[in-house]
């Protein structure tokens, strides 16, 4: 199967090289604590609040909604064989996560964590074209949909410590995915220079086959998150020692 896959992905990242702390109503968990991950884990709970507002303090950006200034899909598939370009591509209920499971080895620096979504409601101004399976899509114009819940995903993180200027700091050098987003519900306007025919039809066959064409593209949604986490990651890592994120129990 014939699989080619372009991504590019502009975002809005706050990286600094200024070495900051995390904000004082931060949780934070020790390195040396025997229970670790399920520290990590209330943390993240904690932390839903301040990640849906944002933390000016050390570069995380608001969460509710997620506003992706502009971003370039294409993938060519047998399945599938399309470019798609959005700007401001806007998803909500992001904060609205659970995180239920964490993994934190600080040997190997691998950091692991299962976490499930609700129905994630979307919107973008948008221009396409191509095919999904054998449905024609030509357009620009806005897209609204939703991605439906429940979505499970595990992301895996690897990283490395660096050095900079005597301190410490975690580069991360891997991201990697999985997710399954089973079905999506979507309503296109502006297809096929705004031909109402050509237009309702076409929304009702992706709305007909929405299950299939999520599966096709899936390997597409894995990738772009990929690339959001790691632009997140680091806009935070870059700025924070590492040894601020994870305090030492006896320093
Ligand atoms: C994305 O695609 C648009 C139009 O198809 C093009 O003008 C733009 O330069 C592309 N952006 C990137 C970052 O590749
Ligand atoms: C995808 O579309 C392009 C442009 O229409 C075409 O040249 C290419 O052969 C197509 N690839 C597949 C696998 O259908
Ligand atoms: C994206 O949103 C920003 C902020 O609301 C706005 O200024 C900009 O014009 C939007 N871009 C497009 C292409 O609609
Ligand atoms: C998501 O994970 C939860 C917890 O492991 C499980 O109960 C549920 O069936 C999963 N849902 C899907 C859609 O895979
Ligand atoms: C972070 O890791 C990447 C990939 O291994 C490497 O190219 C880069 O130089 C590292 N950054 C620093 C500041 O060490």
Known sequence: MLSILVISVMCVSALNCISHDLPDYFPRCSIDDPNLNNCLLKAFNTVRPYVKKGVGEIGILPFEPLVLPTFNLSQESLAVNYTLTTWNFTIRGIDNYNVYEINYNPETLIFSAKIQFDALP???????????????????????????????????????LM??????????????????????????????????????????????????????????????????????IKSFTGSVPYYKIFPKLNN
């Open 122 to 160: 979307v919107y973008t101004k948008y221009e396409v074209s191509g095919r999904l399976l054998h449905i024609p899509v030509e357009g620009k114009g806005f897209l609204s949909g939703t991605f439906l819940g429940p979505i499970n995903a595990t992301i895996r993180i690897e990283g490395k």
């Open 163 to 232: 050095e900079v200027d005597g301190v410490e700091y975690y580069n991360t050098t891997n991201v990697k995915v999985t997710e399954t987003i089973k079905d999506m519900e979507v309503a296109a306007e502006g297809l096929f220079d705004g031909d109402e025919e050509l237009g309702r039809i076409t929304n009702h066959l992706l709305n007909l086959f929405s299950a299939e064409i999520m599966q096709a593209a899936n390997s597409v949604w894995e990738q772009l998150a990929e690339e959001m986490i790691m632009r997140f």
